[in-house]
């Protein structure tokens, strides 16, 4: 079955950068693109960018251009997420999530609580 | 302020039927599909509708999905209380590039 394993919960500080990863396994790698979804406590979901793991392209929203950087590791089937500059405001949960070209969203990972704190 | 446009709130008693509207635009849902997603508590979101009105193996049929013009709509029949959760549409933007994602329907079972 298609599973996305994130990393645990990171604690960082403004200023620092952070970098969550997300192991897939149950499905074939190449097929399918990485999307990363963000949400605040009590907040909606919010898109950051997708990436296609065995090309490398990338498309990120508009806010978080030159903040964030997707990447993979495709003999690991991870892909990561970083994301630097963090503001107090970037306290959310992140999520990964599978994309058939073409299509949608279908499987999210659990979740990585990323809190920024002083 | 999201691209799409859901009520806030929801409700209706066990058995009822209940409708989530979103509303969006010709750079959205005038070319793309319309997704669903229900988020209970403390989990992650999981696929419930997919391409306007498709359901993946598991979801019941009590939840149904269409989409005319530039609006999505989700349906629940049969109301339980286990139906209780946030309830997000979602949709590619050509314009933006990117998904958007509607700001979220909170359905309370009465």
């Known amino acids: 079955q298609v599973q996305l394993v994130q990393s645990g919960a990171e604690v960082k500080k403004p200023g620092a950068s952070v970098k969550v990863s997300c192991k897939a396994s149950g499905y074939t790698f190449s097929i399918y693109d990485f999307n990363w979804v963000r949400q605040a406590t009590g907040q909606g979901l919010e898109w950051m960018g997708w990436?296609?793991?065995?090309?490398?392209?990338?498309g990120y929203a508009q806010k978080f251009q030159g903040r964030v950087t997707m990447t993979s590791n495709t003999p690991l089937t991870t892909a990561y997420m970083e994301l630097s500059s963090l503001r107090s405001d970037d306290t959310a949960v992140y999520f990964c999530?599978?994309?058939?070209?073409?299509?949608?969203?279908?499987?999210w990972g659990p979740g990585s609580l990323v809190t920024v704190s002083s | 302020q999201s691209v799409l446009t859901q009520p806030p709130s929801a409700s209706g008693t066990p058995g009822q039927r209940v409708t989530i509207s979103c509303s969006g635009s010709s750079s959205n849902f005038g070319s793309n599909h319309a997704h669903w997603y229900q988020q209970l508590t403390e989990t992650a979101p999981k696929l419930l509708i997919y391409r306007d009105n498709q359901r993946p193996s598991g979801v019941p049929d009590r939840f149904s999905g269409s989409k005319s013009g530039t609006s999505a709509s989700l349906a629940i029949t049969g109301l339980r209380s286990e139906d209780e959760a946030d309830y997000y549409c979602a949709v590619w933007d050509d314009s933006l590039s990117g998904w958007v994602f509607g700001g979220g329907t909170k359905l309370t079972v009465l």
């Open positions: 999530t599978r994309a058939e070209r073409g299509g949608g969203i279908d499987y």
């Open positions: 990436m296609n793991p065995i090309s490398g392209d990338t």
